[in-house]
């Protein structure tokens, strides 16, 4: 399984960005089994869950981001999105995303997150 982000970038404070994550590598028609998630790390800090999506397209945001951010998946072309509105200088890190093994119940709590995207740096200067 292959997770290869893109998107990201620098922006101003206000700006938006939206981070894709395309997952290959995986039985055909598969792709909806799958959990998504995106996470991120800022320097000096821990790595912090930024949102989940379900399979069947539910999903779920750390309190401090509701409103801003945006997950959401295209299952014909097996990619997950993060769109960020208002970015703030504290929303500066590395982005990843993640996927769980196939048919993982998501809902449970924490799903073992065992593929990874290779990451990309959103910077959002004041």
């Known amino acids: 399984v292959v997770l290869v982000q893109s998107g990201g970038g620098s922006v101003q404070t206000g700006g938006s960005l939206r981070l894709s994550c395309a997952v290959s590598g995986i039985k055909y028609g598969t792709y909806s089994s799958y959990c998504l998630g995106w996470f991120r790390q800022a320097p000096g800090q821990e790595r912090e869950g930024v949102a989940t999506?379900?399979?069947?397209?539910?999903?779920s945001y750390a309190d401090s981001l509701k409103g801003r951010f945006t997950i959401s998946r295209d299952n014909a072309k097996n990619t997950v999105y993060l769109q960020m509105n208002s970015l703030k200088p504290e929303d500066t890190a590395m982005y990843y995303c993640a996927a769980p093994p196939p048919d993982t119940d998501c809902s449970s709590g924490y799903p073992p997150w065992t593929y990874w995207g290779q990451g990309t740096q959103v910077t959002v200067s004041s």
């Open positions: 999506i379900d399979k069947d397209g539910s999903a």
